[in-house]
Every structure is written in structure tokens, then in C-alpha cells.
């Protein structure tokens, strides 16, 4: 696609202009420097130099009147964006720590348990801290202020919801594979009997009694190892079920919570010039019931008749009948909601 | 997905390089250009927390110094006045101009004039001056549309600046995608020949710098043709999920306000239809009625499914299964709802309106012959009570249309009848039309009666039988496309401009149609484009018309026509 920059034009017009300009002392705001007077030259070139010196400059005050900080709430959406930010690397731990559980062990996995439990806690922690703070973020009236506030809520809203996301996905890979391998464990045990066992057959018969003993050493050492990792995976998986519950339930509600304040995409709310429009409405949303779904009008049916195939006709006479069941046992059901 | 990304891109490369909290300003036109391509979600992502109209953000006197201001604006004088305004009293840490077509010398000379505070960091100009309704349909959502259809005469400065509105549109297509066209344009329109010459002037002579890319085997082709040229289409009753929507209810950049249809709740009252975002849609827009019908009942069949399943929570896993995919669902109930909304809606102005039984009496005007027939059968429809007056208007019009020079005495008939029957009709109105767009004046064979191969073909179809008598219309733009893509497009109908000429045929052709497109035309548009002739169709106008549109535009013009004449 191709652009045109036009800025290299406009600075030269900008330059020309300044030296040429007459200068004037009573120009409102123009400089961040103590307003040094004496003559427009001077506060000009001072601004022009900060802009340039700091062109990452997330603040540039402007005018004397306002120290040209940046509003309070600022500092509490930098604190959630943080919070966020220290819950994504917490997540990257919490993975590994799966990981590690999942990978077979001779010692107890209690302390793998305990650091999970530990990490999931803490991010669980995170996401509901900074869910409470960001309702301080929310402010009254229609202003220009009070859109960006609602803005950036909804920006930290729809972070903290993926991220909840994300938690959930992990707990539950984990406690599947952990199941897996608990299931895993036995067939791979059985598979090794049953290998074991052939292989004593297939010997040779003089090293009989010799591989049977080895044999029955490994065996007997192999079926230790599975009781024992299955008491385990047991008590992993009680261990973090209550914790499971729990934490479900705190993500749950989070969600709920979220939920009011991300926005939907592909919605009419997710459309700028719907935003433009209105600026200072709150999203009001809570899961609607589905509205009873009318019947299809004849209308519809009859257009379909039109075509000369005989076959959509007994399509139809099909649908018809179906269409009519159906709305017959809809009216009676009730649609589920939160 | 050409012109959709091509807009996107050029949003995106305007925020990714600015850090910081940041609010993006528009006019009204640029708030469609962006509006269609990009969501609210997605501007969050980069950070913008605000946006805003230029003329509205003026009478704020907030200072927002923590927030970088972008701008995206057509260059125009009103804008410029604002931004001279802005800049000499900025509220914003910095300010990042970026415009959707060309700059003047003297225009960046004003604004270089009014940064005092030297807020202004960048000039670019980005060019997204169309608004990319779908991947291969473009609008420029001209108001004064009704221009076309008055001579020059009339209006020199308002003619003007129609022109120049789509000239500017038409060449920022070609800039985003970096290519210079041979231009043809349809011979019997004069406001055809005008933009195509001042479209080549532009990209040619003025700035032949700029569209100087690197030049392909075959130069694409850009056809320039008039409305008056198929005044059927946009005409008659339509049948295919996008275009029916738009002819029942009314779309604008995507979005259908449903607010007058009444009771209903607030999260439906405007809804977005846009076959980027919407799966089900795009899988359907181009369906009939009868199979959306069943398309809907099936996607509401498998979410009753969903809302059963989620009902059923008895364990904590399927809890824990209800929290995991609540995003999805709730997705699902508002996609459903919309649709059913929709179809619902237009189920019950088919009712109303008798459309069933009108539209089929229009497709045969459209399609076959027999004047007789043709004639009693629209009597009889004019003396129906249920029909309505618009409904009247519009068959009396498609009748007039075919049988213009068949028996004047029954047509005339006919006219006495409408005005005599409707009284909100503008009288003359029929005939008006009958002078844009009579047989004289038309170039392309709207009927295809008149050379032996069109003939043929519908012979030909009729003896084959219709599959969908209310889709049997094939709107005029099909059998040029089908003309191009043999590259037998007939000199003689739509000359070249000026020296421009082509041997073989294009690859890629953007045909823009002055007055409107119709969705119909688009369907069209996208049907041939799927069926990889090895040639790909963009289809632009100065509007979207539905018929509500085109009789407006014809009235307006009708009645410019009327006061003009009587003052000279």
C-alpha cells in the first residue's frame, strides 16, 4: 500500500514561518519552562527542543496553569497493567511446575503439589485484586475523561478475562494428564507383564530359573513403583480437588464480574461509530434469556414451494412437521442463563 | 479480503509506532473508513482509550496532555479549519496527522502555519479514502448522490465536488493497491466520460509520480459506467440474505438499525452484519430465503443443544466446563438472536406486503417478454387494494422501462391509474426515469433482446425452466463482467480514455458505477470472483441503493430539474 510522508514539507513551512512570524509576549501556554518571557523566540525554541529531546515522552506539559501530570487514576490502571503483567509470569512458572509434576518421579510429588497450589493461588490472588481495583477505575458523568477511564477499563477487563481463561485451560490440562497417567500408569504396567511374561517363554530354557529370578525382581520392583505413584496421583488429585473447587468458583465469579465490562466482539458495542454515539452510556449487559424463537412464517415455507423440484416439496412437508414439534416443545423449556 | 486489508493495514501502521495512551480523531466520513475494518476491541489493544469526531472534540476545553492525539482525516476545508483551530490551542501531549488522500502545498502550508507549539509530529497521507463494505465492494457513501442524473448546467460547483469526491476514491483504491489502471468508461454517459478523463488526468499527468509502480504484464482496468445504464436492479424485490436485508430494512457500513421495528431489546436494536466477523453470515449473505430459513433453524437447533447442556451442571467438572466455554456461548446466544431477529422481521414485511406475489409479477418484467400479459397483470396488481403504493410505483416503472416504446396508449394508462391511486406520488415521476434511463439512453442490452447471442441465451433458459423464479434476474453488470473476462467488451460501447489501450484481457478490474451499486451486483460481484475465471472483480460506488434510495435520488433530482427550468 502505498503512503506519502509529508512531514519533512510541513517542517520546513513550520521553520520558515517561526522566523518569520512576529513575535508576541501575551501567547497563552507557551512554554513548560517557568514561562521565561521576553519574546516569542525564546519559549518557542526551549518547547521545541524538550519535544525533541523526548519524543517518548508519554507526558508533555503544555501549559503552566495544570503541572501536566497526568490524571490519579492513571496511577491505579499502571498498577493493575503491573498486577496483569506479574500474573502472565507467575502463568509461565505455574506451566513449568505442571510439567515437572507430570514427569515421572521416585519421590513424593507432594512438594510439586504444594508449589502448584501455592502458584495458582497467587495468580488467583492477582486476578481478584486487580478485578476489585478496576472497579475504581469507573467514573461518573459524561466526559472525555470519564470515556477514556471507561476505556481503559475495559482494556484491563478483557486482559484479566483472557488471562482467567488461561488459568482454567492449564488446571484442567494438568488434572486430565495427571488422570492419564494415573490410567496410563496401569496399561503400561500390564503391557510390561505381559512382555516380561513372554520373554520368560521365549528363553532359552537353561537360563530359565536364572531370567525368572531376574524377572521376578523386576517385577516385583516395577509393581512397587506403580502402587506407589498411584497412591500418589491420588493424593494429588485430593488434594487439589477442594482446591479445584475452590478456585473454579473464584474464577466464576471473576468472569461474572468481567463479563459486565469486556466487550463482546463482532457486536454492535464493539463498533467505533456506535462508541462515537454514545459516549457516556455504561455497557449494561447480564445474560438475557433467548427470546421464544417465533415460528417461521408460512411465508417462507410457501417461497420455498415455488420451485418445480418435487423433491424440496416433501423436504418441506418434513420441515413443516418438524418446525411444528419443535415449537411445540420449546414453548416448554426454559432457557438456562448465569 | 483485498480492500478490507488494505484499510486495515494502513490503520495499523498508524498507531503501532506510537507508544502511549493515545486518541484517535475522525471526521465523519473516516469514521465509516475505520469503522468497518476495525473494532473497538482492536483499537483498545493499541491502546486508544478515546475517539472522536474532529468537530466535536473542538468545543471540549479539557486538557488531556497524557494522551497522544492521531488524526485521520480526509483533507478537506472544513478539516483543515479545525485542525488550524486544534493546533494553536492543543490539548494533547503530541498530535500525529495522518490524511486519507492528497495534501495541497497550500494546506500543509496552513496547518505549518498554525503549530506554534510545534505539537505535530508527523504528516502522512495514508490512503483509505473508500469505505471496504466486504472483500471485493466498495462505497464512498456519497450524500448528494442524486447529482449524477442533472446536467451540468445546473449545479457547476456541486457537480464539481461530486466528481472530485469520486475520483479521490477511486484513485486511493488503486494507491492501496499500488497499481495504475487503464481506464474505459460507458460511452453514453457523460458524467462516465468526465470522471474516467479526470481520473486519468490525476493519476497520469498531475501526480504520475506517485502512481508510478511497477508495471505489470497487463495493466488492470478500471470501467466507469452509469446507473441509468441498469436502472432495473436496484428496482426490484430481493431474495438473497444481504440484499434482502438492505431492500427490506436498510444497511449502512455494515450495520442494520432495527430501532423502528419496535419491541425489541436494547442489545438488538442495531446490529452488525459483516461477513468478516460473522461466520454465519458469510456463509449465507448470498443464500436464498427459503434455505437462511433452514440454516437458522439449524444453528438454533445446536445452540438449544448448548443451552441444554449448560443447564445440566451437576458436577463440579461440568461447572468448571460451563466457566471455560461461557465466551463462546454467549457469542453464540447474541449471533442467534441477531439472525433470528432478522429473518423474523423480513418474514413479516413478505406478509405485509404481499411481496411473494409482487415480486414475482417484477421478475417477469425484468426477465420475460409479453407485453400483453405483462400489461393486464400490472393492471390487475394496481387495482389489487393490498398492495401498496411504493410496490405500484415500482412495477408501474419496471413495466414502463421494457415496454417503453410498445404501445404508448396502455402506458399511459397505466400512469393515470398510479396517479390517481397513490396520492403521495410525484407525478411525472415515472416519466422521468423513463428520460435518464429510457432505451435511448441506455448502452448496455438490459433485456437481451438485442443481438442474437442474448437472445439465444434467454431462449435457452426458458426452455431449461428456473430453478428460483424469484431469483431469476441477472443484473446487466453480470453480462459485462462475463464480456471482460472473454475480453469482448465492445469498443465502440465503452471506449478507452485518451491514448489508454489494452490488448488481451485484465487480471484485475474494478468497475465503479456512478449513482450506486446494489448488493445484488455485489452477490454477483463475489460469485464470479469465486469461480476463478482467472480474472478478479472490485465493485465500487458512489452509494449502496436499495430501491427506497434510488427513488429518493430520483425524486430529488427530479425536483432540482423542475425549479431549474422554471427559473431559466
Redesign the interface.
Same mark, same amino acid.
Not at chain 1, 521365549?202 to 520392583?221: S, T
Not at chain 2, 495512551?21 to 466520513?29: A, F, H, T
Not at chain 2, 509502480?213 to 436492479?233: G, N, Q, W, Y
Not at chain 2, 411525472?428 to 439512453?441: P, R, S
Given at each position: 500500500?502505498? %503512503?506519502?510522508? +509529508? %512531514?519533512l514539507?510541513? +517542517?520546513k @513551512?513550520?521553520d520558515a514561518?517561526?522566523s518569520v512570524?512576529v513575535p508576541t509576549s501575551s /501567547?497563552?501556554? %507557551?512554554s513548560s519552562v517557568g514561562g521565561v518571557g521576553g519574546g516569542g523566540g525564546g519559549p518557542?525554541i526551549e518547547?521545541?527542543s524538550t /519535544?525533541l529531546l523526548n519524543?517518548?515522552?508519554? @507526558?508533555?506539559?503544555?501549559?503552566t496553569e *495544570?503541572p501536566?501530570l497526568?490524571?490519579a487514576w492513571?496511577d491505579v490502571s499502571e498498577e493493575i497493567a503491573a498486577n496483569v503483567q506479574r500474573a502472565r509470569m507467575k502463568m509461565v512458572e505455574l506451566a513449568k511446575a505442571h510439567a515437572k509434576a507430570l514427569m515421572p518421579s521416585f519421590g513424593d510429588g507432594k512438594e510439586d503439589q504444594r508449589t502448584i497450589e501455592g502458584l495458582t493461588q497467587e495468580i488467583t490472588g492477582l486476578l481478584r485484586k486487580s478485578e476489585k481495583q478496576l472497579k475504581r477505575l469507573a467514573a461518573a458523568g459524561p /466526559?472525555? *475523561?470519564s470515556?477514556?477511564r471507561k476505556?481503559?477499563q &475495559?482494556?484491563l477487563a $478483557?486482559d484479566l478475562?483472557n488471562l482467567s481463561?488461561e488459568l482454567?485451560?492449564k488446571q484442567?490440562t494438568y488434572l486430565k494428564r495427571l488422570r492419564q497417567q494415573n490410567e496410563g500408569q496401569d496399561g503400561d504396567d500390564l503391557e510390561m507383564n505381559l512382555n516380561g511374561g513372554r520373554s520368560i517363554i521365549d528363553d532359552d530354557n537353561l537360563d530359565d530359573m536364572v531370567f525368572n529370578e531376574h524377572q521376578m525382581a523386576k517385577l516385583k520392583k516395577s509393581e512397587a513403583f506403580t502402587v506407589e505413584r498411584e497412591r500418589e496421583i491420588q493424593q494429588a488429585s485430593k488434594c487439589s480437588w477442594p482446591f479445584?473447587?475452590e478456585s473454579?468458583n473464584e474464577?466464576?465469579q471473576i468472569?461474572k464480574d468481567l463479563?459486565v465490562l469486556v466487550? *463482546? #466482539?463482532?457486536?454492535?458495542? *464493539? +463498533?467505533?461509530? @456506535?462508541?462515537?454515539q454514545n459516549v457516556a452510556t455504561t455497557v449494561?449487559?447480564g445474560?438475557?434469556q433467548?427470546?421464544k424463537?417465533?415460528f417461521?412464517?408460512s $411465508?417462507?415455507?410457501?417461497? @420455498?414451494f #415455488?420451485?418445480?423440484l418435487s423433491f424440496s416439496l416433501i423436504l418441506h412437508g418434513i420441515?413443516c412437521i418438524e418446525?411444528i414439534s419443535?415449537r411445540r416443545q &420449546?414453548e416448554h423449556?426454559d432457557?438456562?442463563g448465569w | 479480503m483485498v480492500l478490507v486489508s488494505a484499510a486495515r493495514d494502513y490503520v495499523n501502521r498508524m498507531l503501532q509506532d506510537i507508544s502511549g495512551m493515545k486518541v484517535l480523531i475522525l471526521d465523519s466520513q473516516t469514521v465509516s473508513i475505520v469503522s468497518v475494518v476495525y473494532s473497538q476491541s482492536e483499537l483498545l489493544q493499541k491502546e486508544v482509550f478515546l475517539v472522536e469526531l474532529v468537530d466535536s472534540i473542538s468545543k471540549s476545553k479539557e486538557s488531556m496532555s497524557h494522551l497522544k492525539a492521531v488524526y485521520f482525516l480526509r483533507p478537506t476545508l472544513e478539516n483543515i479549519q479545525h485542525l488550524r483551530r486544534q493546533l494553536a490551542n492543543p490539548r494533547f501531549g503530541e498530535s500525529h496527522l495522518f490524511f486519507s488522500n492528497m495534501l495541497k502545498d497550500t494546506q500543509i502550508h496552513i496547518l505549518a502555519d498554525s503549530d506554534e507549539q510545534e505539537v505535530v509530529q508527523q504528516v502522512q497521507e495514508y490512503y483509505a479514502d473508500f469505505v471496504a463494505i466486504d472483500p471485493y465492494h466498495f462505497t464512498l457513501n456519497i450524500p448528494s448522490n442524486h447529482m449524477y442524473m442533472l446536467p451540468a448546467v445546473v449545479d457547476p460547483p456541486g457537480l464539481q465536488q461530486f466528481c472530485d469526491r469520486i475520483v479521490d476514491g477511486i484513485s486511493t483504491v488503486f494507491l492501496a493497491l499500488k497499481r495504475r489502471p487503464v481506464i474505459r468508461y460507458q460511452r453514453t454517459s457523460d458524467i462516465a466520460k468526465r470522471i474516467a478523463q479526470e481520473t486519468s488526468k490525476l493519476m497520469y499527468q498531475q501526480e504520475s509520480g506517485l502512481f508510478d509502480f511497477r508495471r505489470t504484464e497487463i495493466s488492470p482496468l478500471l470501467l466507469i459506467v452509469d446507473r441509468r445504464d441498469d436502472p432495473v436492479t436496484p428496482l426490484l424485490n430481493q431474495w438473497t440474505y444481504q440484499a434482502m436485508v438492505h431492500e427490506l430494512i436498510g444497511i449502512h457500513d455494515n450495520k442494520v438499525d432495527l430501532s423502528s421495528t419496535g419491541k425489541l431489546p436494547k442489545d438488538q436494536q442495531e446490529v452488525v452484519l459483516s461477513s468478516e466477523q460473522d461466520a454465519f453470515f458469510k456463509a449465507n449473505m448470498y443464500e436464498n430465503f427459503g434455505d437462511i430459513g433452514m440454516s437458522i433453524k439449524r444453528m438454533v437447533d445446536d445452540f438449544q443443544q448448548v443451552a441444554k447442556s449448560n443447564q445440566n451442571i451437576q458436577t463440579i467438572e461440568d461447572m468448571a466446563k460451563f466457566v471455560d466455554s461461557y465466551p463462546e456461548y454467549r457469542k453464540m446466544h447474541g449471533n442467534v438472536s441477531k439472525h433470528v431477529t432478522l429473518v423474523t422481521e423480513m418474514s413479516k414485511i413478505v406478509g405485509e406486503r404481499r411481496l411473494m406475489l409482487i415480486s414475482e409479477r417484477e421478475q417477469d418484467l425484468a426477465c420475460n417478454g409479453g407485453q400483453v400479459a405483462a400489461f393486464e397483470a400490472v393492471a390487475n396488481l394496481l387495482n389489487n387494494e393490498s398492495v401498496s403504493d411504493i410496490d405500484r410505483l415500482h412495477l408501474v416503472m419496471l413495466y414502463a422501462l421494457r415496454y417503453e416504446k410498445e404501445s404508448p396508449v396502455q402506458l399511459m394508462q397505466l400512469f393515470n391509474k398510479l396517479a390517481s391511486q397513490s396520492p403521495k406520488y410525484k407525478p411525472g415521476l415515472v416519466q422521468f426515469l423513463l428520460k435518464q434511463a429510457g432505451v435511448d439512453k441506455r448502452t448496455g442490452d438490459l433485456y437481451g433482446n438485442r443481438d442474437l447471442l442474448n437472445i439465444a441465451r434467454n431462449m435457452a433458459r426458458g426452455l431449461k425452466g428456473v430453478e428460483n423464479v424469484y431469483t431469476q434476474h441477472q443484473p446487466l453488470l453480470f453480462q459485462t463482467m462475463e464480456s471482460i473476462i472473454k475480453g469482448r467488451l465492445r469498443d465502440v460501447d465503452y471506449p478507452f480514455v485518451g491514448n489508454h489501450f489494452q490488448q488481451g484481457r485484465p487480471q484485475d478490474v474494478v468497475i465503479f458505477i456512478v449513482g450506486g451499486t446494489t448488493y445484488e451486483e455485489s452477490r454477483s460481484v463475489a460469485l464470479q470472483n469465486a469461480s476463478n475465471s482467472g480474472t478478479r472483480f472490485i465493485l465500487g460506488g458512489s452509494v449502496v441503493l436499495n430501491s427506497k434510495r434510488f427513488l429518493k435520488d430520483l425524486e430529488e433530482a427530479q425536483r432540482i430539474a423542475k425549479s431549474s427550468t422554471n427559473v431559466v
Amino acid at each position: 500500500m502505498a %503512503t506519502r510522508n +509529508r %512531514t519533512l514539507i510541513f +517542517r520546513k @513551512y513550520r521553520d520558515a514561518l517561526k522566523s518569520v512570524r512576529v513575535p508576541t509576549s501575551s /501567547s497563552p501556554s %507557551t512554554s513548560s519552562v517557568g514561562g521565561v518571557g521576553g519574546g516569542g523566540g525564546g519559549p518557542v525554541i526551549e518547547l521545541a527542543s524538550t /519535544s525533541l529531546l523526548n519524543p517518548n515522552r508519554k @507526558y508533555a506539559p503544555l501549559s503552566t496553569e *495544570d503541572p501536566g501530570l497526568p490524571p490519579a487514576w492513571v496511577d491505579v490502571s499502571e498498577e493493575i497493567a503491573a498486577n496483569v503483567q506479574r500474573a502472565r509470569m507467575k502463568m509461565v512458572e505455574l506451566a513449568k511446575a505442571h510439567a515437572k509434576a507430570l514427569m515421572p518421579s521416585f519421590g513424593d510429588g507432594k512438594e510439586d503439589q504444594r508449589t502448584i497450589e501455592g502458584l495458582t493461588q497467587e495468580i488467583t490472588g492477582l486476578l481478584r485484586k486487580s478485578e476489585k481495583q478496576l472497579k475504581r477505575l469507573a467514573a461518573a458523568g459524561p /466526559s472525555e *475523561d470519564s470515556n477514556v477511564r471507561k476505556n481503559v477499563q &475495559r482494556s484491563l477487563a $478483557t486482559d484479566l478475562q483472557n488471562l482467567s481463561m488461561e488459568l482454567r485451560k492449564k488446571q484442567s490440562t494438568y488434572l486430565k494428564r495427571l488422570r492419564q497417567q494415573n490410567e496410563g500408569q496401569d496399561g503400561d504396567d500390564l503391557e510390561m507383564n505381559l512382555n516380561g511374561g513372554r520373554s520368560i517363554i521365549d528363553d532359552d530354557n537353561l537360563d530359565d530359573m536364572v531370567f525368572n529370578e531376574h524377572q521376578m525382581a523386576k517385577l516385583k520392583k516395577s509393581e512397587a513403583f506403580t502402587v506407589e505413584r498411584e497412591r500418589e496421583i491420588q493424593q494429588a488429585s485430593k488434594c487439589s480437588w477442594p482446591f479445584v473447587v475452590e478456585s473454579v468458583n473464584e474464577l466464576a465469579q471473576i468472569m461474572k464480574d468481567l463479563s459486565v465490562l469486556v466487550i *463482546d #466482539q463482532g457486536t454492535i458495542v *464493539d +463498533r467505533i461509530d @456506535y462508541n462515537i454515539q454514545n459516549v457516556a452510556t455504561t455497557v449494561e449487559e447480564g445474560l438475557k434469556q433467548l427470546q421464544k424463537v417465533p415460528f417461521l412464517p408460512s $411465508t417462507i415455507i410457501s417461497f @420455498y414451494f #415455488q420451485k418445480p423440484l418435487s423433491f424440496s416439496l416433501i423436504l418441506h412437508g418434513i420441515v413443516c412437521i418438524e418446525w411444528i414439534s419443535h415449537r411445540r416443545q &420449546r414453548e416448554h423449556r426454559d432457557e438456562g442463563g448465569w | 479480503m483485498v480492500l478490507v486489508s488494505a484499510a486495515r493495514d494502513y490503520v495499523n501502521r498508524m498507531l503501532q509506532d506510537i507508544s502511549g495512551m493515545k486518541v484517535l480523531i475522525l471526521d465523519s466520513q473516516t469514521v465509516s473508513i475505520v469503522s468497518v475494518v476495525y473494532s473497538q476491541s482492536e483499537l483498545l489493544q493499541k491502546e486508544v482509550f478515546l475517539v472522536e469526531l474532529v468537530d466535536s472534540i473542538s468545543k471540549s476545553k479539557e486538557s488531556m496532555s497524557h494522551l497522544k492525539a492521531v488524526y485521520f482525516l480526509r483533507p478537506t476545508l472544513e478539516n483543515i479549519q479545525h485542525l488550524r483551530r486544534q493546533l494553536a490551542n492543543p490539548r494533547f501531549g503530541e498530535s500525529h496527522l495522518f490524511f486519507s488522500n492528497m495534501l495541497k502545498d497550500t494546506q500543509i502550508h496552513i496547518l505549518a502555519d498554525s503549530d506554534e507549539q510545534e505539537v505535530v509530529q508527523q504528516v502522512q497521507e495514508y490512503y483509505a479514502d473508500f469505505v471496504a463494505i466486504d472483500p471485493y465492494h466498495f462505497t464512498l457513501n456519497i450524500p448528494s448522490n442524486h447529482m449524477y442524473m442533472l446536467p451540468a448546467v445546473v449545479d457547476p460547483p456541486g457537480l464539481q465536488q461530486f466528481c472530485d469526491r469520486i475520483v479521490d476514491g477511486i484513485s486511493t483504491v488503486f494507491l492501496a493497491l499500488k497499481r495504475r489502471p487503464v481506464i474505459r468508461y460507458q460511452r453514453t454517459s457523460d458524467i462516465a466520460k468526465r470522471i474516467a478523463q479526470e481520473t486519468s488526468k490525476l493519476m497520469y499527468q498531475q501526480e504520475s509520480g506517485l502512481f508510478d509502480f511497477r508495471r505489470t504484464e497487463i495493466s488492470p482496468l478500471l470501467l466507469i459506467v452509469d446507473r441509468r445504464d441498469d436502472p432495473v436492479t436496484p428496482l426490484l424485490n430481493q431474495w438473497t440474505y444481504q440484499a434482502m436485508v438492505h431492500e427490506l430494512i436498510g444497511i449502512h457500513d455494515n450495520k442494520v438499525d432495527l430501532s423502528s421495528t419496535g419491541k425489541l431489546p436494547k442489545d438488538q436494536q442495531e446490529v452488525v452484519l459483516s461477513s468478516e466477523q460473522d461466520a454465519f453470515f458469510k456463509a449465507n449473505m448470498y443464500e436464498n430465503f427459503g434455505d437462511i430459513g433452514m440454516s437458522i433453524k439449524r444453528m438454533v437447533d445446536d445452540f438449544q443443544q448448548v443451552a441444554k447442556s449448560n443447564q445440566n451442571i451437576q458436577t463440579i467438572e461440568d461447572m468448571a466446563k460451563f466457566v471455560d466455554s461461557y465466551p463462546e456461548y454467549r457469542k453464540m446466544h447474541g449471533n442467534v438472536s441477531k439472525h433470528v431477529t432478522l429473518v423474523t422481521e423480513m418474514s413479516k414485511i413478505v406478509g405485509e406486503r404481499r411481496l411473494m406475489l409482487i415480486s414475482e409479477r417484477e421478475q417477469d418484467l425484468a426477465c420475460n417478454g409479453g407485453q400483453v400479459a405483462a400489461f393486464e397483470a400490472v393492471a390487475n396488481l394496481l387495482n389489487n387494494e393490498s398492495v401498496s403504493d411504493i410496490d405500484r410505483l415500482h412495477l408501474v416503472m419496471l413495466y414502463a422501462l421494457r415496454y417503453e416504446k410498445e404501445s404508448p396508449v396502455q402506458l399511459m394508462q397505466l400512469f393515470n391509474k398510479l396517479a390517481s391511486q397513490s396520492p403521495k406520488y410525484k407525478p411525472g415521476l415515472v416519466q422521468f426515469l423513463l428520460k435518464q434511463a429510457g432505451v435511448d439512453k441506455r448502452t448496455g442490452d438490459l433485456y437481451g433482446n438485442r443481438d442474437l447471442l442474448n437472445i439465444a441465451r434467454n431462449m435457452a433458459r426458458g426452455l431449461k425452466g428456473v430453478e428460483n423464479v424469484y431469483t431469476q434476474h441477472q443484473p446487466l453488470l453480470f453480462q459485462t463482467m462475463e464480456s471482460i473476462i472473454k475480453g469482448r467488451l465492445r469498443d465502440v460501447d465503452y471506449p478507452f480514455v485518451g491514448n489508454h489501450f489494452q490488448q488481451g484481457r485484465p487480471q484485475d478490474v474494478v468497475i465503479f458505477i456512478v449513482g450506486g451499486t446494489t448488493y445484488e451486483e455485489s452477490r454477483s460481484v463475489a460469485l464470479q470472483n469465486a469461480s476463478n475465471s482467472g480474472t478478479r472483480f472490485i465493485l465500487g460506488g458512489s452509494v449502496v441503493l436499495n430501491s427506497k434510495r434510488f427513488l429518493k435520488d430520483l425524486e430529488e433530482a427530479q425536483r432540482i430539474a423542475k425549479s431549474s427550468t422554471n427559473v431559466v
